[in-house]
């Protein structure tokens, strides 16, 4: 079946990289993304990544998968307070009408 | 862009009337949107898939005859809660997908729905 776990919790300090882990089940997925979700908003896109990849860069932000262990990473550089927020690993199949099934979230906080 | 508006934001409504969410995609065509459930501190669980012009398709254990979605044209779905209970209140998140897959799955801001 299909399954995406992440760590519930993560604190950084100001500064430093955050690195939040995502494992997921579906060999068949095709498309891994990162969410972000402020308080009593909706999600916003922060960055996807095709199965065929390893790496992509952009800016801040760093995703790393490994298809072997079926594990994804994203990596704020530099965090910042505006940084505080759950972040969701998501995946799914295709690009269109296939739903997408999220992990639990893992909300970051972030200390001075 | 891609802009996936949704409104109510945030509706109280009493036990045993019907609440009607309204999910619309601003600059693009969908003809798939997705309905999401989030309790508080948890994941979205996703209710159904609205397909345009035909039936949704309703998860496991998600009642169809409670929760009823129509997807009359490209930019709207509408989610009904019928007969609200206090045990439905829950925020309410939108989806629908973009054909530029650089905007992926687009969100709405969420619908904060209290039943009394």
């Known amino acids: 079946g299909e399954d995406v776990e992440q760590s519930l919790f993560l604190s950084v300090r100001e500064g430093d990289s955050s690195v939040i882990n995502c494992t997921y089940t579906?060999?068949?997925?095709?498309?891994l993304y990162w969410y972000k979700q402020e308080p009593g908003a909706g999600l916003q896109l922060l960055t996807y990544?095709?199965?065929?990849?390893d790496m992509k860069q952009d800016q801040r932000l760093t995703v790393l998968l490994n298809k072997k262990d079926k594990h994804l990473s994203l990596r704020i550089a530099d965090t910042q307070t505006g940084d505080s927020a759950i972040y969701f690993c998501?995946?799914?199949?295709?690009?269109?009408?296939?739903?997408?099934?999220f992990g639990s979230g893992t909300r970051l906080s972030i200390r001075p | 862009g891609a802009v996936v508006s949704q409104h109510p934001s945030r509706v109280i409504c009493k036990s045993g009337t019907s609440v009607k969410i309204e999910c619309r995609s601003l600059?693009?065509?969908?003809?798939?949107m997705f309905w999401y459930r989030q309790f508080p501190k948890q994941s979205l669980m996703l209710m159904a898939t609205s397909n345009e012009g035909s039936k949704a398709t309703y998860e496991q254990g998600v009642e169809k005859d409670k929760f009823l979605i129509n997807h009359a044209s490209l930019t709207l779905s509408t989610l009904t809660v019928t007969s609200a209970h206090p045990e439905d209140s829950s925020f309410y998140i939108c989806?629908?997908?973009?054909?530029?897959?650089?905007?992926?799955?687009?969100f709405g801001s969420g619908t904060r729905l209290t039943v009394v």
């Open positions: 990544i095709f199965s065929n990849m």
């Open positions: 989806s629908a997908h973009h054909p530029d897959f650089n905007y992926g799955y687009t």
């Open positions: 998501a995946e799914s199949r295709y690009s269109s009408a296939s739903k997408i099934i």
């Open positions: 600059d693009f065509q969908a003809t798939t």
């Open positions: 579906d060999s068949s997925s095709t498309y």
